[in-house]
């Protein structure tokens, strides 16, 4: 996973900084009346930028003293629009936490809520740090582990887990309550990556608190998808000595260029989309990029395909146990976040160095290994965790406990029925979950989240889109970018069936002007449906390819 210190330099961090006077707000830490939690600001926001007129109340909860001897407390935010719509949202967020992301409700762009962002919406929002600061200067020493240092201590891994969000659920409704005279009328949570996974969690573990869940990319599966980073690098450096080397960038637009053209069309429009996943399993086979003997242009070196087929294939321990996930087959494994994730990060500091090599060994050892493994963060101690990881010894400390460390990474990070999910709270509350996952997701497999889909809809004899339902996205990365159309509105989708009961048939997805990865040749107009897993966008035969009108949602 990226840092929190990385996330907060890309989306912007809110500090907590005592009011002077009169705040924005009339909820004080006497009338909210919360054992533990102090109110520390409140602050007038005028309508700027997108955004409407807004009082942001800060406050903090729970601060202790850690096992480790290090200072914690749960710092969150709270925005409350001037015009109110009735409904609160607990954004939740990605990373490693550690920062209390602005409380928009969405990325700035509004990527997965159709261009407005939630606050802009009227919905009151809540943010959080998870209990923990990524950027405590007592930890600047460790370098690229700072941020995941709190693994150190058993209460701050629960509440980054899951503790945090069952704290500051009920302290919100209060402070809306206090703030608009009454309750919301409907609660939402969401978020993507790390924050898919708090969704995920929640709808578990406390779904009585919430009437919707919007499930991004989740990391539901996280500490087992963490094993998948030390697996890569090992897979990769069979390669190339040299990491950064062993998938060039050319190397990845050809593997990706030749899946597109073995699968584009399994779906009956040559668009540039693998729309038919399931389809092009059977239709590609990665050794066809074999170079021939005397080939030497548009092939791979036999090493290099391994390395790929090994990394897709995902990791096992010697005795051949599926320790994760295998992974799909999509033309967006050719785009910069895959590259960034998985190869060659564009990001100086870390010698270039792909994520997985740096903030990933470091959650891996620190967060998900019990009892953690303090590693050196520099770039270079960081991959050589990565290379020195085994697989039958190191991999089964995600479910290991101790005496201090009495919840396992699997414990405090997944859902608590994970790997039986029948999701009987959320059912029984009359609860509603709207999931999205990009194809080419370089940190969570697709595959992942589709067999754990099966199995849910296998325990509630196929009853799961009632109440679930799953939405894949062709070409699309890890929460937004990649060869994809990647500008939709889940939010709308989701409250409609919620409030309307109106359970979503399809989604519209756009062009997000935001991403770069768009093929010039695309229609600047082209739009998709987002069709309900096991259904693909198959082009009905008629019409402008590039309508969504026509495509209907068709069966595998």
């Known amino acids: 996973m990226i840092s929190a210190v990385a996330l907060a330099a890309f989306l912007g961090s809110t500090a907590l900084v005592r009011a002077e006077g009169e705040g924005c707000s009339p909820v004080t830490t006497a009338s909210l009346g919360v054992a533990g939690v102090e109110i520390v600001a409140s602050k007038l926001q005028e309508a700027g930028n997108g955004l409407p007129k807004h009082c942001i109340v800060s406050g903090l909860a729970n601060q202790r003293t850690g096992a480790d001897g290090k200072s914690y407390a749960i710092q969150f935010e709270l925005r409350l629009p001037a015009e109110w719509n009735g409904r609160f949202l607990h954004q939740v967020n990605g990373g490693s936490d550690g920062v209390v992301v602005p409380a928009l409700g969405d990325k700035p762009d509004g990527w997965a809520s159709g261009g ?15 209990g923990h600061s990524g950027s ?10 700072a941020g995941v240092a709190f693994g150190l201590d058993p209460q701050a891994r629960r509440d980054y887990g899951y503790a945090a969000d069952m704290t500051l659920s009920p302290v919100a409704k209060k402070i809306i309550a206090l703030h608009y005279g009454r309750q919301p009328d409907r609660s939402y949570m969401a978020g993507c990556s790390n924050g898919g996974r708090h969704a995920m969690v929640a709808a578990s573990r406390m779904p009585e608190n919430y009437d919707g869940f919007l499930v991004g990319n989740p990391g539901f599966d996280l500490p087992r998808a963490a094993v998948q980073h030390a697996w890569d690098v090992q897979a990769f450096l069979k390669a190339d000595p040299d990491l950064r080397k062993s998938i060039t960038k050319e190397d990845a637009q050809l593997v990706a260029s030749r899946i597109t053209e073995a699968c584009d069309a399994l779906d009956g429009a040559k668009d540039g989309l693998t729309s038919n996943l399931a389809a092009c399993h059977r239709a590609f086979d990665l050794k066809s990029l074999v170079c021939a003997p005397g080939q030497t242009n548009a092939c791979l070196s036999e090493a290099k395909v391994d390395a790929l087929k090994t990394s897709l294939a995902g990791p096992k321990n010697s005795k051949g146990e599926v320790l994760y996930s295998d992974w799909p087959l999509d033309g967006g494994i050719g785009t910069g976040n895959w590259r960034a994730w998985k ?16 903030m990933g060994a470091a959650s891996l050892n620190y967060i998900f290994s019990t009892p953690p493994v303090a590693v050196e963060g520099s770039n270079d ?22 005496g201090t460390f009495t919840e396992s990474a699997m414990d405090f990070m997944t859902p608590p029925d994970v790997d039986d999910p ?24 697709v595959n992942d989240t589709i067999r754990w889909y099966d199995r849910l809809n296998r325990n509630v ?3 799961a889109n009632g109440f679930a339902r799953l939405f894949t996205m062709p070409g699309g990365t890890h929460c937004g970018g990649g060869v994809t159309l990647d500008k939709f509105d889940a939010l709308t989708a989701l ?10 048939e399809r989604i519209v997805a756009s062009i997000n002007p935001a991403n770069k990865e768009v093929p010039a040749t695309w229609s600047a107009s082209r739009t998709r449906p987002l069709c309900p897993y096991p259904s693909y966008a198959a082009y ?5 390819i590039e309508d969504a009108a026509n495509f209907v949602c068709k069966a595998p």
């Open 343 to 358: 190869v060659e990060s564009p990001v100086a500091p870390w010698n270039n160095y792909p994520i997985i090599a740096t």
């Open 136 to 145: 405590d200067p007592v930890n600047k020493p460790l370098g690229l582990a």
């Open 495 to 504: 409250t409609d069936w919620v409030e309307q009961g109106k359970a979503p």
């Open 381 to 402: 101690k960081l991959i050589d965790a990565l290379k020195a990881y085994d697989f039958d010894k190191d991999a089964p400390k995600i479910f290991a406990k101790d």
């Open 461 to 463: 004899q196929g009853n």
């Open 422 to 445: 029948k999701l009987a709270g959320l059912q029984k509350a009359g609860r509603k979950m709207l999931i999205y996952h990009g194809q080419a997701d370089p940190v969570f497999s």
């Open 116 to 130: 407005t962002v939630p606050l802009a919406r009227g919905f009151a929002v809540l943010s959080s740090d998870s």
């Open 540 to 544: 009905s035969g008629q019409g402008d």
